[in-house]
DNA sequence: CTTGACCTTCCAGTCACTGGAACCTTTATA
DNA sequence: TATAAAGGTTCCAGTGACTGGAAGGTCAAG
C-alpha cells in the first residue's frame, strides 16, 4: 500500500502520516523507488493513532499510549493514568471556556446592535479590572 | 512609565507586550536612552487587549476591536458581529470538547485500573472504525 | 512519448507567545 | 568611585501539530 491508499483508508492526510513518521510514530518500509510501503501493522497502528487524536491526546500521549498498545506486559493502569489526566485537562478547558461564553453571551446580548455606536461589550473590554 | 511598570499594572508579561508592539497593536513612545514609554492611552490600549484574550478574542479580533474602540464613529452592530462569531467558535469548541469528554469517561470508567494488560481503553483506540 | 496522477524531500508558515543570549542603562550600595 | 543588581534593548529560535507549496522523480494509460 501507498501512503495515497493508506490515507485514504485511514482519512489520514498523506502529509500528516509523513509527519508521523518525521516524529518516529511509524516507520513504513520503502520500496526500491524510495516509495513508502504501509502493512497491516502501520494501517493499524494509524488508525489507532487518529483515534486518539480524535479523542484529543496529544502526540505525547499518543506516543505512549502506543507503546502500551504495544506492550502486553502493560497495567491497564497505567493505560486508565494517561486518559484521567487527559480527562481532566479537557474539562478545565471546558471550564475555562463555559467562562468565557458566560461573560461574552451576556455581553452580546446586552449590545443593541445597531448603527448607533454606544456599545457595552467595547465598555466592558475598556473598564480597568473585570 | 517603563516597560516593568505597565507589566505590573496590566499582568501582561513584558514579553507580550513587545509582541504587541511588533505586531502593531500599540506604538509607545521612546525615550533618549531608547526605552519605550508607556502613556495612559497605551495603558488603557493594552488593558484593552488584556480583557479581550481573556475572552479568547484572536490577536486579529482584538485588531479588530481595537480599532472599533477608538472610532466613535462606529456601528454597535460591527462590535456584536465580531463578538457573536466568536461566541458561535467557543460554543462550537465546547462542543466538540464535550463530545471527547462523554467517550473519555466511558472508556476511564470501564477500565479496571490494575496490573492486568486488558484494557477496554486500548481496545478502543485499536478498533478500526469508532 | 507525453500527460496526469502519483510519489519524494525540503522549506516556510500557522498562532500567540516564551526562553535565552548578548548587550546597554540606571540605581543602589560598599 | 567602583561595582553589582535590576532594569531595559534587540534578535533568534522553539512551541504543537500540522499545512502549503516548490522542485523534482516515478508510473500507468493513451
Known amino acids: 500500500m501507498n501512503i495515497g491508499d493508506i490515507s485514504r483508508q485511514t482519512g489520514l492526510p498523506a502529509k500528516t502520516i509523513r509527519y ?6 511509524i516507520s513504513p518500509a520503502r520500496d526500491t523507488n524510495g516509495y513508502r510501503v504501509f502493512r497491516e501493522t502501520d ?10 487524536r480524535e479523542l484529543g491526546f496529544a502526540i505525547e500521549d499518543c506516543r505512549r499510549l502506543l507503546a502500551l498498545y504495544e506492550d502486553t506486559e502493560r497495567a491497564s493502569s497505567d493505560v486508565k493514568a494517561v486518559a484521567q489526566d487527559h480527562l481532566r485537562q479537557i474539562d478545565s478547558k471546558i471550564g475555562r471556556l463555559q467562562e468565557m461564553r458566560a461573560t461574552l453571551a ?8 445597531d448603527e448607533r455606536p454606544d456599545c457595552p461589550i467595547l465598555k466592558d473590554l475598556s473598564k480597568s479590572q473585570a
Chains 1, 2 share one sequence.
Do not use: T
Not at 20 to 25: A, C, K, P, T, W
Not at 43 to 52: D, I, P, S, T
Not at 107 to 113: D, E, N, W, Y
Open 106 to 113: 451576556e455581553l452580546v446580548k446586552s449590545c443593541a446592535g
Open 43 to 52: 494501517a493499524h497502528k494509524l488508525a489507532f493513532l487518529g483515534r486518539a
Open 20 to 25: 508521523y513518521e518525521d516524529i518516529g510514530l
